[in-house]
Every structure is written in structure tokens, then in C-alpha cells.
């Protein structure tokens, strides 16, 4: 964008220069980036870009965008530089205080949508009972909440934080008065509870990512997104096995328990399903791309 100071940047030449620029800087995905950072900059949709192509900018838009482009240049997630992304074709605000949500993460939810729907016998107004742990920018319980209209859900995580972002995600769906959001670490906000609440549904996206593999992640995730959000310890599993150790207490007889993985950790996580002795019809749960995803079980 500095070249020639004769050259009329147009949107139709600022999308062309700044999809080579990322493609030589090795970022994923360049034109998109481009045109998500340029509609953000121009306050207008990806599409109306097309149709303004030969609409030249401000100089104030082109200087935020150029400092827009410099950021994701240095891998800055592009979610985070506009404070949105999108999940189930929801949009959702983000900050680097949640993960980005991601479409694999989508398995999920689309598995827990088809068990709730063939349950014929979840129809009182007050069920299914969902919990979702670790739950970040409340993409799942959020996504849950718009597509079962019957269901109750409780989202917990230990961040603050994040909270705040699920909970203004939240009121932006319309679905604030049936999520009821507790901060702690994982099982603790329910502790305190007199007599435990049961759920029909436990969902999880924990930190999966092995300590030693964490600084090898691609630099736009593991310099930009937060760690406590990536790290599972050792062998990615310590959230995990903490979940499964305690979510007996928190299960009605038949409840589904449902947890995002690492495509390597299904045998791992089989097998501490089956250790735990309540747990049955352990299953793994394949991604569109057909890489393991989630692990599926239900309480004996």
C-alpha cells in the first residue's frame, strides 16, 4: 500500500495488493482476511465490497485498515482485530480473553442437537438440563440454547473474564434468562449446591493441547489466544479426567456426556471412560473432515 504515490487505491486494488501481501507473509486464508478486515474497516458487509469496487477509501480508512493489514501481518487472528467471528452461522464478540470459537467445535453441537431431538420424553418446559463446561466466548451453550427452545442451560468457566463475553454474547442472541452463567473451575461454582443439579446433558471444550505442544502451535494461536484456554498438561488429558471423575455426581441416569479432543486422544480417553465404571456406549465422534473429534458417552 505504500508504492506509488500516484496509485488510486480503490477497494477493488486494496483487496488485490493485500491478498499478495499475506499470501507472501504466509497467512492463511489471505483474501478472506483481506476482505473481513477491509468490510470492518469500511463498516459494511464482505459482500458490498463487490459492489463498491471501484469506491475509493478515505485516507482515515486507509490508515486503519493499513494498521489493520501491519497486525495481521504479525498473525494477530483476524477475529480478534474486528471482535467478531462466526459459529453455526451465529456471529459472536470475541476478545483475546476467549478462543476463537471454531467451526470443528460445530460436531459437537450438532450431535447434542440430533440426541435432544430424539428424545421424545424431554418435553417439559424446563428440559433438557445442559451444562456446558469451560466455556469461553458460550459459543456451544449459546448455539444450544437458540436451537433447542426448551432446553436450560448452566455455562461455567474459571475466567472472569470470559464470562463477561459469554454473557454479553448471550444477550445478543436473545437467550440471557435461560443461561444461567457461574464463574469457577470446572465442578466448583456447583459444589455449594446442597443437593447437586442434575443435568440431562454435560458438554465440554477443555484445554486439550499436550504443555510440550503448545508452543509449536501456529504463531496466530499460540502467541495471540489464551493459554489457559490451549494447555491440558501433560498428555492434554488433565481436564478430562477431571471431568469424567466427578460428572457421575452431576448426571441424571442416561445423560449424555459429550467432550471435544485432540484427534490423537480417543484411545486415551476410551479408556479412562471405561475405567470410570459408570459410563457406557463410550464412542468417538468424527469432524466433517473426518478426523476423531469428540468423545461420547452416557451415564449407566
Known amino acids: 500500500m505504500a508504492g506509488n504515490p500516484a496509485q488510486i487505491w480503490t477497494v477493488g486494488s ?7 501481501f499475506f499470501t507472501r507473509k504466509g497467512i492463511d486464508e ?7 478486515l477491509l468490510a470492518h ?4 458487509s464482505r459482500m458490498s465490497l463487490y459492489t463498491q469496487y471501484e469506491k475509493v477509501p478515505t485516507d482515515a480508512d486507509r490508515a486503519a485498515f493499513r494498521e489493520l493489514v501491519n497486525q495481521r501481518a504479525n498473525h494477530v487472528p483476524v477475529a480478534y482485530l474486528i471482535g467478531k467471528a462466526w459459529f453455526f452461522s451465529l456471529e459472536f464478540t470475541v476478545t483475546r480473553d476467549v478462543l476463537i470459537p471454531r467451526a470443528d467445535t460445530e460436531t459437537l453441537v450438532e450431535f447434542v442437537i440430533q440426541h435432544a431431538r430424539q428424545r421424545t420424553d424431554w418435553s417439559a418446559p424446563a428440559t ?17 440454547a437458540r436451537r433447542l427452545p426448551l432446553a436450560a442451560l448452566t455455562a461455567t468457566d474459571i475466567s472472569e473474564q470470559a464470562l463477561a463475553v459469554a454473557k454479553e454474547n448471550a444477550e445478543i442472541h436473545k437467550v440471557a434468562d435461560r443461561i444461567t452463567f457461574l464463574q469457577g ?6 459444589e455449594s449446591q446442597q443437593a447437586p443439579t442434575l443435568f440431562h446433558v454435560i458438554t465440554a471444550n477443555p484445554p486439550y493441547i499436550p504443555t510440550a505442544e503448545v508452543n509449536n502451535l501456529p504463531p496466530g494461536i499460540r502467541d495471540h489466544e ?12 488433565d481436564f478430562h479426567r477431571r471431568i469424567i471423575a466427578d460428572a457421575r455426581r452431576y448426571m441424571h441416569p442416561g445423560a449424555l456426556l459429550i467432550m471435544e479432543m485432540q484427534f490423537d486422544q480417543g484411545p486415551a ?32
Do not use: F, M
Open 14 to 20: 486494496l483487496l488485490t495488493w493485500t491478498t499478495d
Open 30 to 36: 489471505p483474501r478472506l482476511s483481506a476482505e473481513l
Open 41 to 44: 474497516t469500511l463498516k459494511c
Open 128 to 144: 433438557p438440563a445442559i451444562l456446558d463446561l469451560c466455556t469461553g466466548s458460550g459459543a456451544i451453550p449459546i448455539t444450544l
Open 185 to 190: 473451575d470446572l465442578w466448583a461454582p456447583l
Open 226 to 237: 489464551p493459554r489457559i484456554a490451549l494447555d491440558g498438561g501433560l498428555d492434554g488429558l
Open 269 to 300: 480417553l476410551q479408556s479412562l471412560c471405561a475405567a470410570a465404571g459408570y459410563l457406557a456406549n463410550i464412542r468417538i465422534i468424527r469432524d466433517a473432515a473426518a478426523h476423531p473429534r469428540c468423545i461420547v458417552a452416557t451415564r449407566e
